[in-house]
Structure formats: C-alpha cells, structure tokens
C-alpha cells in the first residue's frame, strides 16, 4: 500500500499499481515481506520500502539524502548496494556526510561547504561535448474514485471511532425521519378523510365569492382615496361606515343561461346532483304547541355547519336517488312535491334544541315521528307578506292573520331522514328539507307579485326602504331577494367520487379558457378548503419539529469536522509523504473531503436502517392510541433526501479541516512525529 501510493498518484489503475508494486519490492529483496505492516518492519527493510516507493514511478533521477543516516554500517552497506545497483539504469544525486561511503560506491564525488563547491572529482567543461536530454515531468492526477477508496481504507482502520461518529451523526436523522413519517401519516389519514368523508361535499358556485382577504378596503363608502391621505387615525369627525364583506376582494360569477346549459351537460357519471340555490327569502309561519303563531327563524346557530350555523329550512339536491343513497327514511314518504318537507335527524336520532323551538315546539325530553309527521307550516307569499303604505312597502306583522289567509301556501312534514351507516358525507343539514319544486313555486308566485312589479316601475328607490340604492344594497339584491331575479344565487354540484370532482373541477376550469377574469367562474370545493388547512397546520408543525431535530444533525456535523481536524493532525506525516510523492494540494483536500463524505453517507444510511427499525414498534404504539395501521411511513424519496442531507452537512464540516490539511508545507509535515 505504501508503494502503491505514488502509483495512486499518478492515476494508475490498481491491478497495474498492484503489479508495478509488487515488482518493485522483490527488486528491492522485500517479496517476502509484502503483507507485513511498517511497524513490523526493520530501519532497512523500511528504507528499502522508501526505495521503492521512490523507482516505482520510473524516474530518470533518484534524489536520495542521506540514504544510510538511521541504519547500521551492515544494513548501510546492503541499502548502498541497492543503490549502486540501480544508478546502472538511471542518475542517482545522493546527500551524505559519509566520506567512505561517498568514496566506495560514488562515480564522481562533489564536496560543498556551507552552500559553496570545493572541489569535483569529475568536473565538467564548456569544450565536454555532453549529450543533452530533456526532462518532462508529469503532472500527478488523483482521481475522485481513488479519492474515496483511500479515505475508505483509512476509516477501516479506525473502525470504533469511525462507528461511534456514524451513531452520533445518525441521531438527526433518525429525529428528522420519525418527524416525516409521522408526518405523512397525518396527512395520509387527512388524504383518506377528504375521500372518504369529505368526498360528498359539493363543489359549490356562489353569485358573489370572495378571492382574497386584505382588510377594510380604501374609499369605502365615502373612506379616504388619495394616495396622501393615511386611512389610519384620520382627523375630523367623519364616521365612514362600510361593508364587512367589503374588506374582501370579491368577485362576481355570472351565473348565466350560457353557464347553467354548459354545467347541464357535464358528464352525467361524474355527478350525482346539481342543484341550484335561490336568494329568495323564505317567510314561513308556524302555529306552536300552545297555539301562538310566530315567524321561523330560518337561520339557526345549531345544526350541522364547518363553521357554526345552518339553516332549518334547506333545499335538498335535486336528485332523490343521490339522497336516498346517503340517508335512511325512517318513515314516511320522500317529499315529492312542493308542499311536502322531510325532517334530517342525526344518526343518534338527534334534533337541536335551538330548531325546535324555531319550528314551534314545546322542548320535551323525547318525542316520536309521530309527533312530527303531518307538521304542517305556511309559506307566505309577497302580497300577503307585504303591505303597501304609502310608497313603502312594510312586512305585515299580524302572524295570525297570515297564516289563516287562503293565498298562503301549506307545506307539512311527510318523512324522516337519518344518514345511514355507509354514506360518504352528511350532504343534508339538520333540519327540515325540501325540494326545488318549492321554490319554484315561490318564484312563480313572486314573479307577478305587486311589490315586484313596483320595483321593476323604479329601479333607483327601493321599495322596502323609499331610499335610494348605493353600493351596499343594489337592486339586483333586493330584486332576487323578493324573488322578481330567478337567476341562481349558487350551484351546488355533487361529485360521484372524490375522483370524479377533480373532473368536475376541470371542466369548469376548460369554461375559464380564453375569458377575461370578470367572466371567469371561481368555484369553493369546501372538501379541499378544509383539507389544506388541516395539511398546512401539519406541514407546520413538522418543519418546527424538523428544526429542532435538525439542531442535533448540525451539532454532529460540526463534531465530524473536529474529527476530521484530529485526523488531519494525526496524519500529519502521511500528508508529507504524499506532497512529497507529487500529490497536488487539491489531491490531499479531496482524500479528507472524501472522507467527510463517507462519514455523511455512513451516517444517513445508518440513521434511516434505524428508523425502519423503531418503524414497525412506532407503529404499534400510534395503532394501539388512534386504532390505524401503518400510520408513520417514510417514503424512498425522503430516505434518499435524508442521506444526501447527511452527506452534505457532513461534507460541509470538513471543507475548512480538509483546507488546512492541503496548505500544510510538505518539508515540516514530514518532520512531524
């Protein structure tokens, strides 16, 4: 190996340096002594290995000092034999301060005081007609792979300490790699969620749909516009009220005849349903228990909502087979016509307490489906519900009245509902339900309505109030909410499968090709809404965990690059052999750095078995907790990224070891003990 070194050098391939090698040394009489190491060698057997190591490359000129100065006068007259024998073939320059051996084996001896010739015993003159030659030195060149096998041969041999900073520098990764495969595994069970719980919600296209969220927004009903003008703590008295949806960026869909007709022919296997919403109001009374007559309250804090309310009158999807498909009717019939309603219970059977009293019941311990099939309730139409005074026109507060007037339409419950055991989501709120049919009644009746049509007569004033309209309350919303606008105020669209509203999705984005923004559609998937947000609060408390693992992994780099400090120090006389022998800076650099590498790999290789090792009791744990199998996993490309991590943090550390390594002089290297 030592021989072999300048061959390494040179980039001569090991079979060759092998060879070459091997050769040299039974020329120098060690063929017996290949596979000894140099502690177990004598001086002279050691300098022969020196001599060899020196003609391995085949020089021209052997530069030899003092040659004999460590051995003994026996071993000196074998090693100048040696020498002798090798000047036949080639110029040997030897440096010694032994006349006699000078004498007995020299051809021609040149004597030097302090730097100054004395004399020479074959001087050469200017009329010597002396054949010149030239000498071409080649340039030595290590190649990276024989980079990393000396690094490799190197960390061999120090076997314990090697393994020792392989564990240390694996405790980050192993951190890191539990914190992704928990990691995935949370959003694995988000991923099985949104498909199979989630996958029933609807793609959803509402008239008005909000973009962005930036905050009350400049010249808002009257604000401060100029550029100069702060909108901060401004001077004055003047109060500037607005909208709070107006602190939104909002956009308009325009829910057209030429988008409802392109919706109407999306693939029929990708959609179970397609319903449409109205913003008429609905004004419904009902007759309580003891006989008092009230207004529901359509809108109810209750009841099933990601966000904490719901309505207790909903208009299902237009598609009985769909609905039935998700919900058990526990009696009755499935409401059929207008006039019909169908009570939503939960799957405990369950009803708040808040849309009980809304639709008139006493609140009792329990009741039975008896108590609400045949529930009857009035829908009150525009010309009932409103009278006109002067040129206002006023809701009639006289309930009873009302609801005794033979224009008011009857709806009654006719069935209930439960969400069955298999269903993919709860697409009904709580409550009562009922079908289109309803509203398109209502919108019929609405159409020729008085109010309506005195509002068609004047579309500046509005006729609920007698003020004019302003950027808050515009025409077109009163207009649909006094049902005189049967445009959709949304689309509710119902997925086959969590696969199918990608489609959907899709298709809708193909109608968006080639229009300007303000004639884009924006849909809300509320399945994905929530499912971001669960991943993103996942990714977020993985990178912190990632973070703090990771403050382990640079802890161990920067123990690597002490190591390697150490080694470099330890291996000071090896590094002035090496320069010696021709290796470049950039070589001795590259031996370290590859070293370093090795480590990194090392390290990340071992801190990912370990992992696959805490992988399967990890899982039992969580398994026994949260009752799923194979929740934490790490995937091949995280493995891989965690090792080249290591190998780079790693390689990073020992760049300044490895540079003080190269600028070491190779004369005082050598001179290291």
């Known amino acids: 190996d030592n021989v072999e070194m300048a061959l390494s050098l040179s980039g001569i391939g090991a079979k060759e340096r092998r060879e070459r090698a091997t050769k040299v040394l039974t020329d120098v009489g060690l063929a017996d002594q290949l596979t000894k190491k140099p502690n177990q060698l004598s001086g002279g057997q050691m300098q022969r290995v020196a001599i060899a190591r020196a003609l391995v490359n085949d020089p021209k000129i052997l530069l030899a000092d003092e040659p004999t100065g460590a051995l003994d006068s026996k071993t000196s007259g074998q090693i100048m034999k040696l020498v002798q024998e090798i000047s036949k073939t080639r110029l040997v320059i030897m440096v010694t301060h032994n006349s006699k051996i000078a004498k007995e084996y020299s051809d021609r001896i040149i004597n030097l005081l302090d730097g100054e010739i004395l004399d020479d015993s074959n001087k050469v003159t200017e009329t010597d007609d002396v054949p010149g030659e030239s000498l071409i030195n080649k340039k030595t060149s290590m190649s990276f792979k024989q980079s990393m096998k000396t690094s490799f041969k190197n960390l061999i041999t120090k076997k314990g300490r090697t393994f020792?900073?392989?564990?240390a520098g694996s405790i980050g990764i192993i951190g890191i790699a539990l914190v992704l495969a928990i990691s995935t595994g949370m959003n694995g069970v988000v991923g099985d969620v949104q498909k199979d719980t989630l996958a029933g919600f609807p793609i959803t296209v509402d008239k008005i749909t909000t973009t962005d969220n930036f905050g009350p927004p400049r010249g808002a009903m009257g604000a401060p516009t100029d550029e100069n003008e702060s909108t901060l703590f401004p001077d004055g008295n003047v109060v500037f009220p607005y909208d709070r949806s107006s602190s939104t960026t909002l956009h308009e869909n325009i829910l057209n005849d030429e988008f409802i007709t392109y919706i109407e022919n999306v693939d029929p296997t990708l959609v179970n349903s397609v319903s449409y919403s109205s913003a008429v109001a609905l004004q419904i009374i009902t007759q309580s228990d003891t006989g008092l007559y009230d207004l529901v309250k359509i809108q109810s804090s209750g009841g099933f909502s990601p966000f904490g309310g719901s309505s207790v009158f909903n208009e299902m999807p237009n598609n009985q087979e769909f609905v039935e498909s998700q919900y058990d009717l526990l009696t009755g019939t499935y409401p059929s016509d207008y006039n019909e309603l169908v009570l939503v219970v939960n799957s405990q059977n369950q009803v708040s307490v808040e849309i009980l009293e809304a639709l008139g019941y006493n609140i009792n311990d329990e009741y039975t489906f008896e108590n609400f099939i045949g529930k009857e309730f009035k829908v009150i139409p525009n010309d009932v519900y409103y009278t006109q005074i002067d040129d206002v026109y006023q809701p009639n507060n006289s309930y009873e009245e009302m609801h005794k007037n033979e224009e008011s339409m009857t709806i009654k419950i006719v069935g209930v509902l439960r969400v069955n055991e298999d269903a993919t989501s709860e697409v009904l709120n709580a409550g009562l339900g009922y079908t289109a049919l309803l509203t398109e009644k209502l919108l019929d009746n609405a159409m020729t309505s008085e109010i309506v049509l005195a509002q068609e007569d004047n579309k500046e004033v509005n006729v609920l109030t007698n003020t004019d309209f302003n950027a808050q309350i515009t025409y077109e919303h009163v207009m649909q909410l006094l049902g005189g606008d049967s445009t959709p105020s949304a689309i509710q669209i119902y997925p086959t499968s969590f696969e199918a509203k990608d489609e959907v999705k899709a298709y809708i984005d193909a109608f968006n090709e080639g229009k300007y923004e303000e004639g884009q559609i924006i849909y809300t998937d509320l399945a994905e809404v929530i499912s971001s947000t669960i991943?993103?609060?996942?990714?977020?408390?993985?990178?912190?965990?990632?973070?703090?693992?990771?403050?382990?992994?640079v802890v161990s780099s920067i123990m690597i690059g002490i190591i390697t400090y150490v080694s470099v120090i330890e291996r000071t006389k090896e590094i002035g052999i090496m320069r010696s022998l021709g290796a470049r800076k950039k070589d001795i650099s590259r031996i370290f750095n590859a070293e370093t590498l090795l480590i990194g790999l090392t390290s990340g290789t071992l801190g990912i078995l370990i992992y696959l090792v805490l992988q399967t009791p990890l899982n039992m744990?969580?398994?026994?907790?949260?009752?799923?199998?194979?929740?934490?996993?790490?995937?091949?490309?995280?493995?891989?990224?965690?090792?080249?991590?290591?190998?780079?943090?790693?390689?990073?550390?020992?760049?300044?070891?490895?540079s003080i390594t190269a600028k070491k002089d190779p004369v005082t290297a050598l001179r290291t003990e």
């Open 164 to 167: 020792i900073t392989a564990i």
């Open 535 to 553: 991943s993103s609060l996942i990714n977020t408390i993985t990178i912190v965990l990632a973070a703090f693992a990771a403050i382990s992994l």
């Open 621 to 658: 744990i969580i398994g026994n907790l949260v009752d799923i199998e194979g929740f934490a996993s790490l995937s091949i490309q995280y493995g891989l990224c965690l090792i080249a991590l290591s190998s780079a943090l790693t390689l990073v550390a020992g760049l300044i070891p490895s």
